[in-house]
């Protein structure tokens, strides 16, 4: 999540507002790191976070 000054003017910072514990990633995954996640939007408000274990999380944001 961002936020900005007045009128989107000023300084913008990034901030978390959620964060989630997962399980450990195995060797093989962690050596190749393009596999590791992919983060899928559905629309402006719900994302699919695929693991490389095949395993899928849905979000809303």
Known sequence: QTSSGMFGLGN???RCVKSYSTAPINDVARLNPM???RLIWINNR???LMLADG???RFNV
């Open 55 to 57: 395993s899928e999380t």
């Open 35 to 37: 596999r590791l996640a």
């Open 12 to 14: 913008s910072q990034t």
């Open 46 to 48: 719900h994302v699919t």
